[in-house]
Structure formats: C-alpha cells, structure tokens
C-alpha cells in the first residue's frame, strides 16, 4: 500500500517536471520568435479624444494611427450616431419657378461620415462586405431608408442630393490613398492626418479602422472622439437653450445698450447735428 | 480671425458680420427701413442656417434702429405720435398674418404663397418708387408742392371719420389711416418673415404724404419695438437668437446708422427714395433669378423659405 503510494507520488513529479519543461522550452522559443507574428492585432488611436469648441474654434485636425496586420490594406471610418434628418425638397412650380415643394425623411442616417482608406474601396472590398459594415455611399445609400418612399433611380437620384448636401456642409467626405502605411521593425504601422469640419456639431464619434484582406474585413479596431462646447460658447449656448427667457432679455438689452452707446458717441462729436 | 456662433453652430470669419452689419446700418440710417430684406439671405449665404439669420437679424436691428432713432430724433425727425398708430395697426396685423401662414402651412403651398409675395411686393414697391421719384425729379418739383396735389385717394382719406392732425410730420389724417395701413404691413411682413421697413416706407410717402426724413426717423421708431418683440419671441420659443453673431452685427450697423443718418440729410428726398427703389429692384431681380435658375442644391435646411 505504502509502495503504491510512493510510485504515485513520484509519477505525478514526473508529469509536472516534463510540463514545466516544455512550458520552458516554448518560452525560450517564444523569446526568439519573428517580431511580425506578435504584431498582428490591429490598434487604433485618435491623437484627440475631446475637441473643445471654444469661442475661437473653426474645425481641428484629428490623425488617426496605429499598428495593423503587414500587408492589410486600411479602411478607416469617422461617423456619429445613426438618426434621423428632415430635409426640404426644391422642385419646380408652374414648370419654371423652384422652390421648396415638401420634405424628405433620411433615417438612419449619420450626421457625419467621412470614409479614408488605403486604396479605392472597391479595389481592396467586396460589395458584401461594404453592405455589412455599411462602408462607402453606395452602401449608405442601401441602409438608409427614405420618406417617401422610392425606389430604383429616383431614390439613388435623392440619396445623390442628399450626399451632395452633406458635403456641401463638409460633413460627408470619401478619400483614397490618404491612409500611409509603413513597415517599423517589422510591424505595418498606418497614419492619417484628416481635418475635422466645424459644422460638426458636439456629440459623440466613433473612429473605426478596419483592416482588409482578400476583399475581407479581417478585423477591426475603434477609438472615440468627443467634440464639445467649452468656455463662454457653453455659457451661451445653455442658456439659449435653458433660460430663454433671460438670453432673450440680455440680448435685447445689450443692443438697445450698443445702439444708445453709438449714438451718444456720434451725438457727442456732433455727428448728429 | 474666425469666432465660434453658439447658437447658429457654425464659425464665422468677424469681418463677414461686420461688414454686412456695416452696409446695411447705412441703409438703415439712410432709408429708415431695418434691411432685413437684404441681410437674412445675405447671413444665409454665409452659411448661416435660416432660422437664427432671420431672429439674430431682428436683434441687431434693435441696435441699428436704436442707434438710428436716436440720430433722427436729435435733430426732430421721428414723429412719436404717428409711429404709435402705425405700431398698434402692424401689431395687429402681424397676428393675422401669423395665422394666415399656419394656415398656408395647413393647405400646403405657404413657400410659393411667400414668395410670390416678396416678388410682388418688392416688384411693386421698387417700380413705383422709381418711377416716382425719377418723374418729380424731372418736374423739380419739392415735396411740398406734390403734397398740395389732392388725389382720389386722398380726397378719401380725408372724409374718413377720427380726423387728427400730426404735428411733427405736418399731415391731418383720419386716426384709422395709420392703423389700417400699418396693419397691412403688419400682415404682409408676417408672411414674409420681414420687419416691413419697406414697405413701411412707401406708404408713409406715398399714402400718408409725410416728409421723408420724417418718414426715415419714423419708421426707424416703429421697426425698434417690432425688432424687439420678434427677438424676444424668437429667443424664447425657438432659440435661435445667436448673441454673438448679433453684437458682431451690431457693431457694423449701429456706426452705420449713424453714418447713414448723417448723409440721409445731405440727400435730397427724392435722391434717397430712388437709390432705395434700385436696393429694393436689385433685390427683386435676385431673388427672380434665385426662383427661376437652377439650385446646386436640392436638398436644403427645414426652417427657411
């Protein structure tokens, strides 16, 4: 019995001495192992997480940059949360003069989308795969839904406009070949540099890079951006909202003030005699 | 140097509003009329949305018709008792008018309603006030000799019960005159979204037969109170007044008042009635060419006209 015990008991040392040896032995393997393998997972990094609007704000600038898989190309996507815009539609009247003829809906539409990749898009992703992630206009423009409803080239007609509208106000944007990769001690390291519109109103963004390969988004990466008001613009700006009623008295006040103001120093110099 | 516009959410470069601040205080203090004709699409240019141009406008009016009453009454050029009723008739119909366009909001069809109105109305009033003013240009004849000149409407207002005589613009008139007139404006400026300075403007000339710098002082009075209701209407309930964008408004226009008063009596009436006629014209063909050209964008900003 007691043999049996000691023959157990020396077994179990055995086993754990041979584990502990090949553990060991893939360490050391694992210490002069390629770089690149340990590279792979995909980062992303905005240099601001939080843009201040202050009273001097006309836009940022915001770069994106992180490590990727080598030989993935980059899609890298800027969006707020998906809503939804009313808009007014301009058409004819009396088949010659333009003017507002009703609204159009867009739901599910984000306030602000900007697309930067490597390549052109369809170059280096399937058209599943756009749709899935909703990557690129054409597959906006399908997860979008219209009021009223359209279909075939007039709704693409109205998405058209409503894609023009956007960029007109620099909220919508596409690049490609304005990511850059580089190869660093074996690791691909990529980098843009984009301008952030002012008209971008204060909410939450989301910065999301994704890496391709073979037409295939193989994985993906976020980082966050959050623009706020600051300073004396967050004082006027909770108060229009919040306090109506003496932002609209101030207001007045202060012009009759400026207006009198003027006018004493024009009476004053004999400008109004 | 650019500013951040806390309410209008956009920035904006300082010289844009204080140069069209500027400009159009000179009109102001000039014609007597607000500008705000000129200015709300101007702002909208600029990529202002519409809703804060139009209410931030009406509050740099208030500092512009300030600055300018202030000039013309220094020198006896505001007839209080005649803007009072002019006041009390635009009032009212500035409610009418209000609810004449829910109404056409209602039935669907208010845009093409407003616009035709402002094509009209400016059409009309620039046209008549040209050729007006260009035709006793030529006859050199003073305002005064037109004044004694009783036409068919005249002899019509002046059998019209209320008769009282205005001491400041040397005019006798049935007190309903002002008020009915005023309220048509009142009405017509609802629906188009204006403070009504001009059309105010022809109708104390032209229906009230009051001197023209009496006229500028007087309708710089009455636009004041309007501006300031508006602006408090709008802060309240739609919060589109921008302060910031107004006081960089403001300090182009009420110098421009000012500027504008001091060489409003260095022109003759008739000289201002026609430069303000070709503003007025000007605007007019814009906005024909705006309606019939067309739009890079057909898509735009709910809220505006």
């Given at each position: 019995?007691?043999?049996?015990?000691?023959?157990?008991?020396?077994?179990?040392?055995?086993?754990?001495?041979w584990?502990?040896?090949?553990?060991?032995?893939?360490?050391?393997?694992g210490?002069?192992?390629p770089?690149?393998?340990?590279a792979?997972e995909?980062?992303?990094?905005a240099?601001h997480?939080?843009?201040?609007?202050?009273?001097f704000y006309?836009?940022?600038?915001v770069?994106?940059?992180g490590?990727?898989?080598?030989?993935?190309?980059?899609?890298i996507?800027?969006?707020?949360?998906?809503g939804?815009?009313a808009?007014k539609k301009?058409?004819k009247v009396?088949?010659?003069?333009?003017?507002?003829v009703g609204?159009?809906?867009?739901?599910h539409?984000?306030?602000?989308?900007?697309?930067h990749s490597t390549r052109?898009?369809d170059d280096?992703?399937?058209?599943g795969?756009m749709?899935?992630?909703?990557i690129?206009?054409?597959?906006?423009?399908k997860?979008?839904?219209?009021?009223?409803?359209l279909?075939g080239?007039?709704?693409?007609?109205w998405?058209?406009e409503?894609?023009?509208f956007?960029?007109?106000?620099?909220l919508?944007?596409?690049?490609?070949?304005?990511?850059?990769?580089?190869?660093?001690n074996?690791k691909?390291?990529?980098?843009i540099?984009?301008a952030?519109?002012?008209?971008?109103?204060?909410?939450d963004?989301?910065?999301?890079?994704?890496?391709?390969?073979?037409?295939?988004?193989?994985?993906k990466?976020?980082?966050?951006?959050r623009?706020?008001?600051?300073?004396v613009?967050k004082?006027l700006?909770d108060?229009a909202?919040?306090?109506?009623?003496?932002?609209?008295?101030?207001?007045?006040?202060?012009?009759?003030g400026?207006?009198?103001?003027v006018?004493?120093?024009?009476?004053?110099?004999g400008?109004a005699h | 140097?650019y500013?951040?516009?806390?309410?209008?959410?956009?920035?904006?470069?300082?010289?844009?509003?204080?140069?069209?601040?500027?400009?159009?205080?000179?009109?102001?203090?000039?014609?007597?009329?607000?500008?705000?004709?000129?200015?709300t699409?101007?702002?909208?240019m600029?990529?202002?949305?519409?809703t804060?141009?139009?209410?931030?406008?009406?509050n740099?009016?208030?500092?512009?018709?300030?600055?300018g009453?202030?000039?013309?009454?220094?020198?006896g050029?505001?007839?209080?008792?005649?803007?009072?009723?002019l006041?009390?008739?635009?009032?009212?119909?500035?409610?009418?008018?209000?609810?004449?366009?829910k109404?056409?909001n209602a039935m669907?069809?208010?845009?093409?309603?407003?616009k035709?109105?402002?094509?009209?109305?400016?059409?009309?009033?620039g046209?008549y006030?040209?050729?007006?003013?260009?035709?006793?240009?030529?006859?050199?004849k003073?305002?005064?000799v037109?004044?004694?000149?009783?036409?068919?409407?005249?002899?019509?207002l002046?059998?019209?019960?209320?008769?009282?005589?205005f001491?400041k613009?040397?005019?006798?008139?049935?007190?309903?005159?002002?008020?009915i007139?005023?309220?048509?404006?009142?009405i017509?400026?609802?629906i188009?979204?204006?403070?009504?300075?001009f059309?105010?403007?022809?109708?104390?000339?032209?229906?009230l037969?009051?001197?023209?710098?009496?006229?500028?002082?007087?309708?710089?009075f009455?636009i004041?109170?309007?501006?300031?209701?508006v602006?408090f209407l709008?802060?309240?309930?739609?919060?589109?007044?921008?302060?910031?964008?107004?006081?960089?408004?403001?300090?182009?226009?009420t110098?421009?008042a000012?500027?504008?008063?001091?060489?409003?009596?260095?022109?003759?009436?008739e000289?201002?009635?026609v430069?303000?006629?070709?503003?007025?014209?000007a605007?007019?063909?814009?906005i024909?060419?705006?309606?019939?050209?067309?739009?890079?964008?057909?898509?735009?900003?709910?809220?505006g006209?």
């Amino acid at each position: 019995m007691y043999r049996e015990q000691n023959i157990r008991s020396w077994t179990a040392s055995l086993n754990n001495l041979w584990r502990m040896s090949i553990t060991f032995l893939f360490a050391i393997l694992g210490a002069f192992a390629p770089a690149d393998d340990a590279a792979a997972e995909l980062t992303a990094r905005a240099n601001h997480d939080r843009i201040k609007i202050d009273f001097f704000y006309h836009g940022s600038t915001v770069s994106i940059s992180g490590i990727s898989d080598p030989g993935a190309d980059l899609i890298i996507t800027m969006t707020s949360a998906e809503g939804h815009q009313a808009l007014k539609k301009k058409g004819k009247v009396a088949g010659f003069l333009w003017m507002n003829v009703g609204d159009m809906k867009f739901e599910h539409v984000p306030n602000m989308y900007a697309v930067h990749s490597t390549r052109k898009i369809d170059d280096i992703l399937s058209p599943g795969e756009m749709e899935k992630y909703v990557i690129g206009y054409p597959a906006l423009g399908k997860h979008i839904e219209m009021t009223p409803a359209l279909s075939g080239e007039e709704r693409d007609r109205w998405f058209n406009e409503f894609v023009k509208f956007k960029e007109a106000s620099k909220l919508y944007t596409t690049s490609a070949g304005k990511v850059t990769t580089a190869m660093e001690n074996g690791k691909q390291k990529y980098y843009i540099l984009t301008a952030w519109p002012y008209q971008a109103p204060p909410g939450d963004y989301i910065v999301t890079v994704y890496a391709v390969k073979d037409k295939t988004i193989v994985e993906k990466a976020e980082a966050k951006v959050r623009v706020e008001h600051a300073g004396v613009v967050k004082t006027l700006f909770d108060m229009a909202k919040n306090n109506a009623g003496l932002y609209g008295a101030i207001s007045i006040i202060a012009a009759l003030g400026a207006g009198f103001g003027v006018g004493l120093v024009f009476g004053k110099g004999g400008g109004a005699h | 140097m650019y500013l951040y516009l806390p309410v209008a959410l956009t920035s904006i470069n300082i010289i844009v509003p204080v140069g069209l601040g500027l400009v159009v205080g000179l009109l102001s203090g000039l014609f007597g009329v607000g500008g705000g004709f000129l200015m709300t699409p101007l702002l909208i240019m600029f990529g202002i949305p519409s809703t804060v141009a139009a209410a931030t406008d009406s509050n740099q009016i208030v500092a512009a018709s300030t600055s300018g009453t202030y000039a013309h009454w220094k020198v006896g050029n505001v007839d209080f008792k005649m803007g009072l009723y002019l006041l009390a008739g635009g009032f009212i119909g500035g409610l009418v008018g209000v609810q004449g366009i829910k109404v056409l909001n209602a039935m669907g069809n208010a845009d093409f309603v407003i616009k035709m109105t402002y094509v009209l109305m400016l059409g009309i009033v620039g046209s008549y006030m040209l050729f007006e003013s260009l035709m006793s240009m030529r006859k050199k004849k003073s305002e005064e000799v037109k004044a004694d000149k009783e036409s068919a409407m005249g002899k019509f207002l002046k059998s019209l019960p209320l008769q009282t005589h205005f001491e400041k613009s040397g005019v006798t008139h049935s007190l309903l005159v002002p008020v009915i007139f005023g309220g048509f404006v009142g009405i017509l400026a609802a629906i188009m979204g204006v403070g009504g300075g001009f059309l105010m403007v022809p109708v104390m000339v032209y229906i009230l037969r009051m001197p023209m710098h009496v006229v500028v002082g007087t309708s710089l009075f009455q636009i004041l109170f309007n501006c300031i209701e508006v602006t408090f209407l709008q802060a309240y309930t739609n919060h589109t007044v921008d302060f910031i964008l107004a006081v960089l408004l403001l300090l182009g226009s009420t110098v421009g008042a000012q500027v504008g008063a001091v060489f409003g009596r260095k022109l003759k009436g008739e000289q201002l009635k026609v430069i303000l006629a070709v503003i007025v014209l000007a605007v007019t063909v814009k906005i024909v060419f705006d309606l019939t050209l067309t739009p890079s964008l057909l898509l735009g900003q709910s809220g505006g006209h």
